[in-house]
């Protein structure tokens, strides 16, 4: 049974860029959350969707930031206009249920915005 | 915020047990803890969770308070790929508990 998969694992944008982080859950997980992790700090809850549902997006940022999880294909993070300040690394983790199941993390990726 | 209290770091020697504590004073009847930890630049990895029992994997033994205010996680025979920085977290069993709040954690270094 292959993890939860991210791609790409480094993605470097110039300012004012769109970067579009992509993640498949493992088999039978229909729970996504995206987690940010900015240098030299701990990780930090943005997102958490079911398929074609956004349930809680309390942790994104207004402005600039959305995410997807469609019927078909993997769960997509997009930032536009990328800024400097959106340099961290982005982690995806997936469950099969949304409450009391443990959350398996992918291997991230690692925005750098110059 | 993280409801969970946890030593900046310790060190243990390999093949010692180490045992990391965590305080959760404020944890509610419906909260589950849960331990997660992160290998330098990896993902989290989950280890173990638990409610009020003592609890044991292949990984790691959690031991909890009988008030439940406190925990210790026990790696019983630490090796050097151990070294990672712990996360004790406290989450509620119900649909408002989906996410994980991360604190700052244990960095665990375990030395030859």
């Known amino acids: 049974n292959a993890g939860v998969m991210q791609n790409p694992r480094h993605l470097v944008r110039r300012r004012g860029q769109e970067a579009r982080l992509r993640c498949s859950p493992m088999k039978g997980h229909s729970h996504v959350y995206w987690y940010r992790q900015l240098p030299e700090e701990g990780l930090k809850f943005m997102v958490y969707l079911q398929k074609e549902n956004i349930i809680d997006e309390s942790g994104m940022p207004k402005e600039r930031f959305s995410a997807e999880f469609p019927k078909e294909g993997p769960s997509i993070l997009r930032i536009q206009q990328v800024v400097r300040g959106d340099s961290a690394a982005y982690f995806c983790?997936?469950?099969?249920?949304?409450?009391?199941?443990?959350?398996?993390f992918g291997p991230g990726t690692r925005l750098t915005v110059t | 915020d993280a409801k969970t209290t946890q030593p900046p770091s310790m060190d243990c020697a390999e093949g010692r047990a180490a045992n990391l504590p965590c305080n959760h004073s404020t944890i509610s009847g419906n909260e589950y803890v849960y331990w997660y930890r992160q290998i330098h630049s990896q993902g989290p990895q989950y280890i173990i969770h638990?409610?009020?029992n003592n609890e044991t994997n292949e990984m790691a033994s959690l031991i909890i308070t009988e008030d439940r205010k406190s925990s210790t996680l026990i790696l019983p025979h630490a090796t050097l790929r151990d070294t990672a920085v712990y996360y004790c977290?406290?989450?509620?069993?119900?649909?408002?508990?989906?996410?994980?709040?991360f604190g700052g954690g244990t960095r665990l270094m375990v030395k030859p």
């Open positions: 638990g409610l009020k």
């Open positions: 977290i406290v989450r509620p069993n119900n649909n408002a508990g989906n996410m994980l709040t």
């Open positions: 983790a997936s469950s099969p249920a949304g409450t009391s199941y443990e959350q398996y």
